[in-house]
């Protein structure tokens, strides 16, 4: 299966998403952000980062890329799509996703060791985890405060689309703890924490972030993902 | 204001010039006079003011840095030395990694967002002009009282500058220091180190060589910010009144810098420039003329192409100033094309702004005038050199009168509050609330950072081999013993990467003191230097180059002499690193290294305001057969854990442990409060587990390592003779005290 990687200008774990989608068995493949051409990839990756610097917004910039029209045609019509804390960003700008990053609680950037409780397995990028398990990843962002209204919260929440939920105290000011979401269709996912600095105990505190990777291609193998 | 041109020059040989105002002195004024024949150009006054600055010329200290060219050890393993951008070593596997510390002392005062951030990416750039991908940073940061209300205002934003521009590189933070001290409150010190890793035949070096090849400005656009920063502003001392000197800091844009640093890499792996150096201090000034110097003969620029944020600027500022994220390339004409491709993928702003000549020109015109006709070494190389006048200062003699007596605890209750105290003071409380506004994850490789003992990174995925860096400075030492304490510092920080079983290769160094014109000072610097030269000689490690930052000063108060030492190592397979902490309980504790009185300088003496005493002795022989212990210990596997003393001795080395992976442990110790709280210098404490015991008292006294058996892992708590310490209670103190200070 390969796996695409988004190269916009400034973004930063580009090498690293490629590394953890290779590390699980797939193929990455490098795409660049003023290229639209998918290059044949089964599914894509939006790293995280600080693409344009995160100027205007968070991904404000990035979502007009062109390469972002092929990827988001294919998403639309059921292509894996998961975006890492930069890419969450883009997704929530690119209005794939609902609601908005907004800056967080404690207005300063923060990279710890992240306890979240994985909620939702039937989806493209989760299946390789069992409901409610308890995994430990990084998490670094200074605009990780996922916000929504009312109506968005009850609708995520009533629809079980809330993939990921911090553990214990609220690192960022996130509504009702959300650390990832997914779209209706449950193909894309939207997910502030880094499952990519998390293959292996070496470099990581865990190799619990393998399991979002494995899932891909388990689901791609299964014919769930065409 | 009219344009100045060497004709004017000449025709107006009398003219009055600011030289003063610009930081030059009458005679090297008169200098200027006497190497052009003629009085300077306005353009050509401001390069050699800002060349010939402290910052830029080491007028100071040149006569005392030599010395470690003097007493350098003969190495293969330096590939490059000093006199580059930074010094280059070799680490096995056909990597070369360079590595190098500078400071960004004093616009971090002024603007401590800005002048930090500027910091990090001004060291980012030295490495990557060498050719090397920079992979990590670190930051020694040194700060005024804790609870000084204006360290409240230049802390949180020094820290935010340095995570805010770091991670927007993409560059993991693995680590350096946060120390306070009252000195530091009007001249906090940000030093900042960068890693850097490339193949052996991808160095780079600051050279502009073959005339008709093409001198090229790319980057960012220049600006109106930094205008003499290395000359009005970080080579003069503080004073309380006088002007606003804000608009000397420059202003950083580390997305601009991200992006430059993935082109530059891109033109380097096609082989695209001959030469290329960065633009920081100096800017322009300091790019052309040593880059001409550098090589075979001179240069041509036409400034006017120069593209501008702020097209007002005259050509004295252009070559003044000092906006970031510039780099200055010297091209083949045949492959400019190519050159040009890579900056227009990137979105990077290039412009040919000249050309290599031959000759010993350097000549720089604007709009057809010549504004600036000089030799160029005479800018870059032959500023004025100081043999400052020095004298030990004489508190030196008072201070070593001077008994340390403070109280020892002895029993439970005295040794509870002891460590607790300890575990909470600013200088050894937890630094997360600092540490986790980094990014220590990024690239993947990441082995080991804060709090460990030195910040580890993987070079090569395939075989596992590493690096190792550590920095470290003990002010309180160096301000009894400046000799003694830069040997001890460098002591410090090998030790601190052969805990974790990397052997130290080489050193870089970042000396910050207060005023070279003040003798006493001079002699601090003097005999700092004599010292870090004579302990790398005798520990055979390299100095592959360093920064010097003097006039760290407001009015009569210097800082403590602070030569901040970092020791680069190797290690051939990170997984088999020795971890700072043990994760288990059941393993023995074991204290490698004899305790003496030596609370002189130590935390608990400044906790009671004592400063005097007597520093110890570095006994650089012992601290050798211990780091090769340590080295020997890993490859055998000995270890299950292995942590450095120092500042704040065993007590703090215990709880940094036990709190490490929330394993406690029971030690009983002999004279329990010297034990606790001596900084004799040369010691670990290693858990091994009991299987190991005979290698361990087998192999450390062949060494002749001094072992003391104190303890076991295990259990909730901290237990030290009878007093028993809860590992919340202790974690409480230990973490509570940034949150408090810093919100």
């Known amino acids: 299966m390969k796996i695409g990687v988004v190269t916009f200008p400034g973004t930063l774990d580009?090498?690293?998403?490629?590394?953890?989608?290779?590390?699980?068995?797939?193929?990455?493949?490098?795409?660049?952000?003023?290229?639209?051409?998918?290059?044949?990839?089964?599914?894509?990756?939006?790293?995280?980062?600080?693409?344009?610097g995160d100027y205007l917004r968070c991904g404000a910039i990035s979502r007009f890329s062109p390469v972002m029209e092929p990827i988001i045609k294919a998403a639309l019509d059921g292509m894996p799509l998961l975006g890492i804390c930069n890419g969450f960003q883009v997704l929530a700008e690119a209005h794939l996703i609902p609601g908005a990053l907004t800056r967080n609680h404690e207005l300063h950037f923060l990279c710890r060791d992240?306890?979240?409780?994985?909620?939702?397995?039937?989806?493209?990028?989760?299946?390789?985890?069992?409901?409610?398990?308890?995994?430990?990843?990084?998490?670094?962002?200074?605009?990780?405060a996922y916000m929504c209204d009312d109506n968005t919260l009850a609708m995520l929440e009533g629809e079980g689309r809330i993939i990921a939920r911090y553990v214990g105290e609220n690192p960022n000011g996130s509504r009702n703890l959300i650390a990832g979401i997914t779209n209706e269709r449950g193909n894309i996912v939207g997910l502030m924490p880094h499952p990519e600095h998390a293959i292996d105990s070496l470099t990581g505190p865990s190799a619990d972030g393998l399991g979002f990777f494995t899932s891909v291609l388990n689901s791609f193998l299964a014919g769930s993902v065409k | 204001m009219s344009l100045d041109t060497v004709a004017k020059a000449q025709e107006n040989p009398d003219a009055s010039q600011p030289f003063a105002e610009l930081g030059l002195k009458p005679d090297e004024?008169?200098?200027?006079?006497?190497?052009?024949?003629?009085?300077?150009?306005?353009?050509?006054?401001?390069?050699?003011?800002?060349?010939?600055?402290?910052?830029?010329?080491?007028?100071?200290?040149k006569v005392h840095l030599k010395q470690f060219g003097e007493k350098a050890v003969k190495t293969d393993a330096l590939l490059v030395g000093i006199g580059e951008n930074a010094g280059v070593v070799d680490v096995g596997q056909g990597y070369a990694v360079t590595f190098k510390i500078e400071s960004h002392n004093h616009p971090s005062f002024i603007e401590p967002y800005q002048g930090a951030a500027t910091g990090v990416g001004g060291i980012v750039r030295d490495i990557l002009t060498m050719g090397a991908r920079p992979i990590a940073v670190m930051d020694p940061l040194r700060f005024g009282p804790a609870d000084a209300a204006d360290t409240r205002r230049v802390l949180p934003g020094i820290v935010a500058g340095v995570g805010g521009y770091g991670n927007c590189l993409g560059l993991p933070n693995i680590g350096g220091e946060v120390v306070f001290d009252e000195t530091y409150l009007g001249n906090p010190l940000v030093n900042a180190l960068c890693v850097g890793v490339m193949k052996h035949s991808d160095i780079k070096l600051a050279k502009a060589a073959g005339a008709g090849n093409l001198v090229v400005l790319y980057g960012a656009k220049t600006g109106g910010d930094g205008i003499g920063g290395v000359s009005v502003l970080a080579s003069e001392t503080f004073e309380s009144k006088g002007p606003a000197k804000r608009p000397a800091v420059q202003v950083g844009d580390p997305f601009v810098e991200k992006v430059l640093i993935e082109c530059s890499l891109e033109i380097f792996a096609e082989d695209l420039v001959v030469g290329i150096q960065d633009l920081g201090g100096a800017g322009l000034s300091c790019a052309t003329s040593e880059l001409a110097s550098g090589g075979s003969g001179g240069m041509k620029v036409q400034l006017d192409k120069v593209p501008l944020r702020d097209p007002s600027l005259s050509p004295e500022e252009i070559l003044m100033s000092e906006s970031q994220e510039r780099m200055c390339a010297i091209v083949e004409p045949s492959k400019i094309d190519r050159f040009l491709e890579i900056c227009e993928k990137w979105d990077v702003t290039v412009t040919v702004i000249g050309e290599v000549t031959d000759g010993n020109h350097l000549e720089i015109t604007w709009n057809d005038e010549l504004i600036v006709d000089v030799p160029p070494r005479t800018v870059a190389h032959d500023g004025p050199v100081y043999n400052r006048p020095l004298a030990q200062p004489a508190y030196i003699d008072a201070v070593a009168k001077e008994v340390i007596n403070v109280p020892l605890p002895t029993t439970a209750v005295e040794i509870t509050s002891t460590v607790l105290k300890l575990a909470a003071t600013p200088n050894l409380a937890d630094k997360s609330w600092v540490t986790d506004q980094y990014d220590r994850y990024v690239q993947g490789n990441t082995i080991q950072s804060q709090p460990d003992d030195s910040g580890m990174v993987r070079i090569d995925e395939k075989t596992h081999l590493g690096v190792a860096v550590a920095t470290d400075a003990n002010a309180n030492w160096s301000y009894l013993n400046p000799y003694e304490g830069a040997k001890l510092a460098l002591a410090e920080a090998a030790r601190n990467i052969a805990t974790a079983g990397a052997k130290p290769l080489a050193v870089t160094n970042c000396l910050n003191f207060g005023s070279p014109e003040d003798p006493g000072v001079m002699w601090q610097f003097a005999e700092s230097v004599r010292g870090l030269a004579d302990g790398c000689l005798e520990m055979g490690l390299p100095v592959t180059g360093g920064n010097v930052s003097f006039y760290n000063q407001t009015g009569s108060v210097a800082i403590l002499p602070t030569p901040v030492i970092g020791v680069l190592g190797v290690i051939d397979d990170v997984r088999t690193r020795t971890p700072m902490s043990f994760d288990r309980a059941g393993l023995d504790l074991y204290l490698l290294g004899e305790t003496h009185s030596d609370l002189a300088g130590s935390e608990w003496a400044y906790l009671h305001n004592q400063r005097g005493g007597v520093a110890p002795v570095a006994d650089l022989q012992r601290e050798m057969r211990l780091i090769e212990f340590l080295v020997a210990g890993r490859t055998k596997k000995i270890f299950a854990a292995a942590h450095d003393?120092?500042?704040?001795?065993?007590?703090?080395?215990?709880?940094?442990?036990?709190?490490?992976?929330?394993?406690?442990?029971?030690?009983q110790l002999d004279n329990v409060g010297l034990m606790l709280l001596s900084e004799t210098p040369g010691r670990v404490v290693v858990a091994i587990d009991p299987s190991q015991s005979a290698a361990l008292t087998q192999e450390a006294p062949a060494q002749k390592i001094a072992l003391t058996k104190i303890g076991v892992t295990g259990g909730d708590s901290l237990v030290i003779n009878d007093a028993k310490i809860s590992l919340t209670e202790l974690r409480q103190a230990h973490t509570s005290t940034f949150k408090k200070l810093f919100g």
């Not at chain 1, 590394?19 to 290059?39: E, P, T």
């Not at chain 1, 909620?119 to 990780?144: C, D, M, R, V, Y």
């Not at chain 2, 003393?645 to 030690?667: C, D, P, Y």
Request: hydrophobic share 40%; with cysteine.
């Open chain 1, 14 to 52: 580009d090498r690293d998403a490629a590394r953890a989608v290779n590390h699980a068995g797939g193929q990455a493949v490098a795409l660049w952000h003023n290229d639209a051409d998918l290059r044949g990839v089964d599914a894509v990756i939006l790293p995280g980062g600080f693409s344009y």
């Open chain 1, 114 to 144: 992240q306890k979240l409780t994985i909620e939702n397995t039937n989806k493209a990028w989760t299946s390789s985890f069992t409901h409610g398990q308890e995994i430990l990843i990084p998490l670094k962002n200074g605009e990780g």
């Open chain 2, 29 to 61: 004024y008169a200098r200027i006079k006497e190497i052009l024949g003629r009085r300077p150009t306005s353009s050509e006054l401001a390069m050699y003011s800002v060349m010939w600055s402290e910052h830029c010329s080491y007028k100071s200290s």
């Open chain 2, 645 to 667: 003393l120092s500042q704040g001795g065993l007590a703090a080395t215990l709880t940094e442990m036990v709190l490490r992976h929330n394993i406690g442990a029971t030690v």
